[in-house]
């Protein structure tokens, strides 16, 4: 099949006699490209490749663990893994042990913008944990990594190195040595205890930096008078208000809670919570009485109550202002115990404001945020920061320390911070980087074609210790792409599932994979899901102007579900106020649920890099009204509010309708990697 393939491709081939090697691969690879529209500025990388059935670790809870990705995959096959306990920066600031993340918990990476990394929110997307020799990293500030030996992190000038390896030999690689000095922001600090001093000292700072308490005179009949003391904290942010009372609950000062104001244009809408009793009143005015000795518990409280009140965090700077002397003495003093250095600043302002600024940049304010804990999550926000370091990285000493159980997560961005150090991870889009190739453009337009796919995958599938396991296409790159057309690899795939008896699945967004529903009918356990973003036609034509009709990929839901291919649908991006319309989704809804979808789930749009600007271009000549919503949104980094995401997942989950009994592989494509936005949106913009 491959010489006939060949021959009738040379008629459109532009460059003859081009070719480049590989990483991982020892024969040059033949470089094609194609006059023709859909192939424009793409090149395609021909080679031979070694294996095709990639591996999942046996102890992972994906519910897979093979895949074959025949035109693009990770060269260096090897697993990056971590010790469990090693904590992992999540998204809202927080720092959660490797063992505990889950898939589709928000954690933070880093991006490439221009010339400098950056943390980036990233999504979890795959988890698994497995056996290994592992080494023990020691760094000059005291930090400890338990890391395989495969594991690689980002040293400076932005080279990633593998834990250990050799000069010479089969081991040859960048590796690990003494003085290296690894990127991030430093070793996390351990959270606060939840002793009574901490509640106390967060009420005091939250209290008396935003709360209102007073006696209120009020007339009565016949002359008279009467005093009514009051207690109100009225707040936008939602995370103190249920903290404090919480907190006040907890020693027997029950409050009511209302809405204070409700949202405009300008601002959010703002609720409070309050008593009007005497003895809550009185008890909360001892409680926020300054105490003569305060333990350092106390102080870190107060510290993130203080925080939250009125504190900022903007252009990489942390403030927490008042024009309370008081206030700001205690402020003081409570960051000196707990052993933060900070300047005081006078913005000669005629109420006196006075302004304390931290010092030591992002590690200090990351040992704020995990040492102190405050409640509002948004002003812990560290996305965008560029990725560089003050803290003492050097690597100190490497030690194995025999097979020990370990850890990896698969992320969007393709790397995590591990106890404040970049670490890399595998199966995402920047594996790219593997062959030389950036996460970006290349990941689009450098094409690599395993050839000899159809005769690795007979060859591994056959083989008397081959297990049947599941084995799912599409994790990484869509294998429906329009140059399968050309290339027909798949069919060859298939036929070696269906004889080797192998239950397999994949997802794409082509409905070219209809070509093959005969050969799905003959495999013992097969299942499809397709990507379905809108059926508006004006937003399909601009949003992905090289991808089939959305409408022909319903038809082939209904059409493989017809056959008795267990089918499902991914709905994204979901883009607000452009196909998040009740109605639109209703529409997709109805429509899959008619052509039979098995499941239908959706992700939320966001906006990395190079596709912000395009997408943003694109929202200016099509929906111009809209502009300034996406700013506001996007504003922070690239993915929407946590609220606006939640939103649209309710969206899809309760106008879900699943026909039961249709496989039992995509119940919920939110549970599989089947889910992930990575590769699927990439090509939408």
């Not at 594991?151 to 593998?162: I, M, P, V």
């Not at 409570?334 to 304390?356: I, K, M, Q, Y």
């Not at 002003?379 to 100190?396: H, P, Q």
């Not at 596709?611 to 993915?639: H, I, K, Q, T």
Request: with cysteine; hydrophobic share 35%.
């Amino acid at each position: 099949m491959c010489e006939h393939l060949f021959v009738r491709w040379d008629n459109l081939k532009v460059e003859k006699g081009e070719a480049a090697t590989l990483p991982g691969y020892s024969e040059p690879a033949a470089i094609r490209t194609f006059d023709a529209p859909e192939a424009m500025d793409i090149r395609f990388y021909e080679v031979q490749a070694k294996s095709i059935l990639n591996r999942v670790p046996k102890a992972s809870r994906m519910p897979f663990r093979w895949t074959i990705n025949p035109f693009r995959g990770c060269t260096h096959a090897c697993q990056f893994c971590l010790r469990g306990d090693t904590p992992i920066l999540m998204s809202d600031g927080r720092h959660k042990p490797l063992a505990d993340v889950r898939p589709g918990d928000w954690i933070y990476g880093t991006r490439r913008l221009e010339t400098y990394r950056h943390y980036a929110v990233s999504q979890v997307v795959d988890h698994w944990v497995t056996q290994k020799l592992a080494y023990r990293v020691t760094l000059n500030d005291g930090t400890e990594l338990v890391a395989s030996g495969d594991h690689r992190f980002l040293t400076r000038r932005g080279k990633w190195k593998h834990v250990v390896g050799a000069e010479w030999g089969p081991l040859r690689r960048p590796h690990l040595t003494l003085n290296d000095k690894l990127l991030g922001p430093g070793g996390f600090a351990a959270p606060p205890r939840q002793a009574d001093d901490y509640r106390e000292g967060y009420l005091c700072g939250m209290i008396r930096g935003d709360g209102h308490i007073g006696t209120h005179d009020y007339p009565r009949g016949e002359g008279g008078r009467t005093s009514i003391r009051c207690f109100r904290l009225a707040l936008a942010d939602r995370e103190p208000l249920h903290r404090t009372r919480e907190y006040l609950s907890s020693l027997s000062i029950p409050t009511n809670q209302r809405m204070f104001s409700p949202a405009t244009k300008q601002r959010r809408e703002i609720n409070a919570i309050s008593t009007a009793t005497k003895d809550g009143v009185g008890r909360i005015r001892d409680l926020i009485r300054f105490p003569r000795c305060p333990s350092r518990d106390w102080c870190k409280g107060f510290l993130a109550g203080i925080y939250d009140a009125e504190g900022g965090n903007s252009e990489g700077i942390l403030r927490i202002s008042n024009t309370d002397s008081e206030l700001l003495d205690w402020t003081a003093s409570c960051l000196r115990t707990a052993g933060f250095a900070f300047s005081v600043e006078h913005p000669n302002r005629a109420d006196g404001l006075t302004v304390l600024r931290m010092r030591g940049g992002l590690p200090e304010q990351l040992r704020f945020f995990h040492s102190v804990d405050p409640a509002i999550r948004r002003k812990c926000d560290i996305e965008e920061r560029a990725v560089k370091t003050s803290a003492r990285l050097e690597v100190a000493e490497i030690e194995p320390l025999g097979e020990t159980e370990l850890y990896d997560i698969t992320t969007g961005t393709g790397d995590f911070i591990a106890n404040g150090v970049v670490s890399h991870n595998c199966f995402a889009r920047p594996t790219h980087t593997y062959l030389d190739f950036d996460a970006g453009r290349d990941f689009e337009r450098e094409i690599v074609v395993k050839v000899n796919t159809p005769e690795l995958a007979r060859t591994e599938l056959m083989k008397p210790r081959w297990k049947r396991e599941h084995v799912a296409l599409g994790t990484n790159t869509d294998p429906y792409q329009w140059v399968e057309k050309k290339y027909e690899l798949l069919p060859g795939v298939w036929e070696a599932m269906r004889d080797s008896r192998t239950p397999c699945s994949v997802l794409t967004k082509s409905p070219l994979l209809l070509r093959d529903v005969e050969l799905f009918k003959q495999i013992p356990s097969f299942a499809a899901n397709l990507s379905i973003p809108t059926l508006d036609e004006k937003a399909w034509r601009a949003s992905e102007p090289h991808t089939p009709h959305p409408r022909k990929r319903i038809e082939a839901v209904a059409e493989l579900n017809r056959a008795g291919i267990p089918t499902g649908v991914l709905i994204a991006p979901l883009m607000p106020g452009i196909n998040d319309d009740p109605r639109q989704v209703e529409e997709i809804l109805e429509r899959c649920a008619d052509a039979g979808a098995v499941s239908i789930g959706g992700i939320c749009l966001h906006l990395r890099g190079e596709v912000r600007g395009v997408f943003m271009d694109w929202l200016r000549s099509y929906r111009p009204d809209l502009v300034e919503r996406y700013e506001r949104l996007y504003a922070r980094g690239a993915y929407a509010p946590t609220e606006e995401r939640e939103r649209l997942s309710r969206l899809i989950r309760e106008g879900r309708r699943v026909t039961p009994g249709r496989g039992d592989f995509f119940k919920d494509p939110e549970e599989t990697e089947m889910a992930t936005p990575e590769p699927e949106q990439a090509s939408l913009f």
